[in-house]
């Protein structure tokens, strides 16, 4: 069933759980994601990014969202923009049937990211879509940066009260150490819990939403590596944190690079093992099911989104 997240958040805001928001970019991502979703009987968040939707084509995208709610119309599907720059893409996305819209104006100052923020929820509101805003700057903390510097990036809780006060967005995401891509920590991985809280205490109601969250899966990078590929020191949010913020008020999980790696992986096992394989399908199938799994396994072992439906 095509929702918005407004039901699946107030459910993951009672019962201490988090929603797993899994960018999509091709028709394998979408069926892994969905297959993983309705076995685990666990709401979902689909979500293309302005790059996704130029290179899947929004017509094919909304296609493949359809025809995945209807094989599974028992799961509870958000199909939400992701980083959306501007207020015409936005609207676009709205337009073309979109549940849920993020407005990103982190790159703003703070009055011109309310500004734009309000002016994307008026309209998402007036067409019964939700908004999700940023406020704070993702960003690698590089081991040399001073306390007072890396503490200006991270979102201020009195600050995103008033933000959400004024902008009426539905949820917020937030910055509390995590960053997107495959390198995120330089040496330990650490994530401000005491700024989760501190926010949590202000805007008890308003949903949490963490970008930047892949676990950089460290046995899919070695796969990666072992079958040809070049990524040295990867690293992301270890498990155990991302299932410590599924419990402690964070409602939606973003991850894209997982998907990535796992696909890739998968790809290139075939292409390393079996030389003579040309067939797509020969090695986009055992792709697609390395991307299920690491979707369930989110599901099942850290954002405890099983059994939620
Ligand atoms: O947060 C960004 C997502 O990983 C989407 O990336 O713009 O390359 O599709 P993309
Ligand atoms: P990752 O790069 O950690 O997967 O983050 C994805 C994301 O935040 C999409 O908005
Ligand atoms: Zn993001």
Redesign the pocket.
């Known amino acids: 069933m095509l929702v918005t997240t407004k039901d699946m958040f107030e459910k993951s805001m009672k019962e201490g759980f988090a929603i797993g928001a899994f960018n999509v970019n091709n028709m394998e991502i979408v069926q892994a994601i969905m297959d993983a979703a309705a076995e685990n009987k666990s709401p979902v968040i689909l979500q293309a990014s302005s790059s996704a939707i130029k290179y899947a084509r929004i017509g094919y995208l909304m296609k493949m969202v359809e025809a995945a709610v209807e094989e599974h119309p028992e799961v509870p599907v958000a199909i939400h923009l ?2 959306g720059p501007d207020f015409e893409t936005a609207k676009m996305c709205i337009d073309h049937g979109f549940t849920s819209v993020m407005i990103d104006g982190s790159k703003y100052d703070f009055e011109e990211n309310v500004r734009l923020t309000k002016q994307v929820v008026d309209y998402a509101h007036s067409k019964g879509v939700v908004v999700e805003a940023e406020l704070g700057k ?1 960003a690698g903390i590089e081991d040399d940066v001073n306390v007072a510097a890396s503490d200006a990036m991270y979102t201020d809780p009195a600050q995103a009260e008033e933000f959400v006060k004024r902008t009426g967005c539905d949820s917020l ?1 937030i910055a509390i150490g995590t960053s ?1 891509g495959a390198y995120k920590f330089k040496g330990e991985a650490k994530l401000r819990f005491d700024i989760l809280k501190e926010i949590k205490e202000r805007i008890p109601n308003t949903p949490i939403v963490l ?2 969250a892949s676990t950089v899966i460290p046995e899919l990078v070695e796969m990666c590596n072992k079958y040809g590929a070049e990524l040295p020191g990867a690293k992301g949010v270890p498990d155990e944190m991302l299932k410590q913020a599924s419990e402690s008020g964070v409602s939606k999980i ?1 991850v ?1 690079t997982d998907l990535r790696l796992a696909l890739t992986a998968g790809i290139r096992k075939v292409l390393v093992e079996e030389p003579s394989a040309f067939d797509p399908r020969k090695y986009l199938t055992p792709a697609r099911e390395l991307v299920k799994q690491t979707v369930s396994h989110k599901m099942k072992d850290v954002f405890g989104s099983s059994n939620k439906i």
């Open positions: 992701d980083h993702l995401a997107h970008h930047g973003n894209d």
